[in-house]
């Protein structure tokens, strides 16, 4: 069976990441980024503007942003195009693992036994996240992030660089862990935390 041709929305720094894992990946022909605000090539592979070409397998989302992703990928979907997801060959991914669709899973990260990754999510480069652990929709768990068994991350949550979170530590949706926080308690939806260890200091307006 040949490569599935895909095309990848947004060709900013995170879009050429999730390019290289696809092509990594082995099961994915790149035939180029989506991307109104660019021209050109990028990693020698066209920028197509709004134009899908036809042949096309699937897509993935390559935006950074939570909310635009998510807003991008019902576009996309909505359209009838077949979301699909990336792990990069060097990533490793556990038994009983659930990816859902437009996720992508960076170099060298590890996703623990029988965790639940939602739809649209990032688990970057070297990001760790440990057993039974479940990570909601369009999350992004960014590199060198590590999380410990059962921990729960809501929709649309980022969890900062070099953050670490303790086993069975609930964080709520929409909201953002600044960089090298030690989450050892619960996060409400909707705020900004950081700190060792971490606390609430603004809503996430």
Do not use: W
Request: net charge negative; aromatic share 2%.
């Amino acid at each position: 069976m040949g490569k599935k041709s895909i095309v990848i929305y947004g060709a900013g720094g995170h879009g050429k990441m999730v390019a290289d894992a696809a092509i990594a990946q082995g099961e994915y022909e790149v035939a180029g980024f989506i991307d109104d605000s660019a021209s050109g090539s990028v990693m020698d592979l066209p920028v197509l503007g709004s134009a899908i070409p036809e042949g096309i397998d699937g897509a993935i989302v390559g935006v950074g942003d939570p909310l635009v992703r998510s807003k991008l990928q019902k576009k996309v979907k909505d359209a009838g195009i077949t979301i699909v997801s990336v792990v990069h060959p060097t990533a490793t991914v556990c038994s009983g693992v659930t990816i859902g669709e437009g996720t992508v899973v960076m170099p060298q990260a590890v996703v623990g036994v029988d965790t639940v990754l939602g739809v649209g999510c990032i688990i970057n480069t070297d990001a760790t996240v440990d057993h039974d652990s479940t990570i909601g929709d369009f999350a992004h768990i960014s590199p060198g992030a590590h999380l410990a068994g059962e921990v729960h991350i809501g929709a649309n949550t980022q969890v900062g660089i070099g953050s670490s979170v303790k086993e069975g530590v609930k964080i709520g949706s929409n909201s953002i862990i600044g960089a090298g926080s030690a989450v050892v308690s619960d996060i409400e939806d909707g705020c900004i935390a950081y700190g060792t260890p971490a606390k609430k200091v603004s809503e996430n307006a």
